[in-house]
Nanobody
Framework: VQLQASGGGLVQAGASLRLSCAAS????????MSWFRQAPGKEREFVAG???????LYAEDVKDRFTVSRDNGQKTVYLQIGSLKSEDTAIYYC??????????????????WGQGTQVTVSS
């Protein structure tokens, strides 16, 4: 599975942004798809995901501003980010997993990763 993330950029605080992750190879509908982010000097952290059964998952601190969705026909997963804050500045990675629901917040559960897209929020 190859994953290509896009949609990042330099935005002002309070703005919105939509990230996309296009997949090729594999059987997209069979994978859980998630977004992680990594800020400078910090570990990679789970932010949002959507299971193969279309159940969304969110990190607690972003659930009110982030919306994850997927289009199996387009083999694409999206992350809509609203009310951007400076602490959202990070490289955002999409990832695919065939693991069970309980493991989806853990990076080690993902076998395939995109290259990342930089989101920088200016205050």
């Amino acid at each position: 599975v190859q994953l290509q993330a896009s949609g990042g950029g330099l935005v002002q605080a309070g703005a919105s942004l939509r990230l996309s992750c296009a997949a090729s190879g594999g059987t997209f509908r069979n994978y859980a798809m998630s977004w992680f982010r990594q800020a400078p000097g910090k570990e990679r952290e789970f932010v949002a995901g959507v299971t193969r059964y279309l159940r969304p998952l969110y990190a607690e601190d972003v659930k009110d501003r982030f919306t994850v969705s997927r289009d199996n026909g387009q083999k694409t997963v999206y992350l809509q980010i609203g009310s951007l804050k400076s602490e959202d500045t990070a490289i955002y990675y999409c990832a695919a997993s065939s693991s069970v629901l309980s493991a989806l917040r853990t990076p080690d559960s993902y076998a395939w990763w995109g290259q990342g897209t930089q989101v920088t929020v200016s205050s």
